[in-house]
């Protein structure tokens, strides 16, 4: 069955660094772009960063431009997001979404949680 499993969230401390990973299974990879979303406590859910089927592009929200790199492993099913500089305002439940180049297809991971505090 189609799955999203997300890993690598965790506590760190202002300025500090941490790598989201995606791994995904079920679904041919290639065929969909990859996204993480996140969503702080009583805020709504934000698109952080994009990335189209075989990495051509990439997009970020201006609040992560510059700290946070999205990239894909085609051949490990896997997305990434780099997230350096941290700040307190980073603090978020993270997802991963997939979206099919062609049709109105999306999947959805569970998410993790990234608590920027010191």
């Known amino acids: 069955q189609v799955q999203l499993v997300e890993s690598g969230g965790g506590l760190v401390q202002p300025g500090g660094s941490l790598r989201l990973s995606c791994a995904a299974s079920g679904f041919t990879f290639t065929s969909f772009a990859m996204s993480w979303y996140r969503q702080a406590p009583g805020k709504e859910r934000e698109l952080v960063a994009t990335?189209?089927?075989?990495?051509?592009?990439?997009n970020y929200a201006d609040s992560v431009k510059g700290r946070f790199i999205i990239s894909r492993d085609d051949t490990e099913n896997t997305v990434y997001l780099q997230m350096n500089s941290l700040k307190p305002e980073d603090t978020a439940v993270y997802s991963c979404?997939?979206?099919?180049?062609?049709?109105?297809?999306?999947?959805w991971g569970k998410g993790i949680l990234v608590t920027v505090s010191s």
């Open positions: 979404k997939a979206k099919h180049y062609a049709y109105d297809i999306n999947y």
């Open positions: 990335i189209t089927r075989f990495g051509y592009k990439t």
